[in-house]
């Protein structure tokens, strides 16, 4: 029989974890809500039909939205606000993503060195992803 070693008390990794997670979840729901109202407010729902509008949101590039019926894109709809928003909701849902994999990953395997391992290898994707997304966002 195996037996479970005792849960520390305190606030360690995977307890800040799991409330980072269950928080990151609330906030990339509220984020989007408040990017699309900000899109309808700058006249997204006279410039851009839905599908559009949400690509806008969640990926707010100038390429992802040339072929749509949008007059001019450099006035309002280019602009740091739009940055800003998309690297947040980038760096909440890489890190909600990512996390959660850790955790199913964790639950199968023993605590060991192999843990340990796994958690830097999640670190190192994580930062890789994070620089790439800041690239691709500013860069376009």
């Keep these: 029989m195996r037996t479970r070693t005792a849960v520390q008390r305190g606030f360690n990794l995977d307890y800040l974890m799991w409330l980072f997670t269950r928080l990151s979840g609330l906030v990339i729901v509220?984020?989007?809500?408040?990017?699309?109202?900000v899109a309808f407010y700058l006249g997204a729902r006279t410039q851009m039909d839905m599908p559009t509008l949400l690509r806008w949101t969640f990926f707010p590039n100038p390429n992802h939205v040339i072929n749509s019926e949008i007059p001019d894109?450099?006035?309002?709809?280019v602009?740091?606000?739009?940055?800003?928003?998309?690297?947040?909701?980038?760096f909440f849902a890489g890190t909600h993503g990512i996390n959660g994999l850790r955790m199913v990953l964790e639950d199968y395997l023993s605590p060991s060195f192999g843990v340990l391992v796994l958690r830097g290898f999640f670190f190192l994707l994580w930062v890789f992803c994070m620089i790439v997304a800041v690239y691709v966002i500013l860069a376009s």
């Design 30 to 37: 509220i984020m989007a809500l408040v990017a699309v109202a």
């Design 73 to 77: 894109l450099e006035l309002g709809w």
């Design 79 to 90: 602009n740091a606000y739009w940055q800003i928003m998309q690297m947040l909701i980038i």
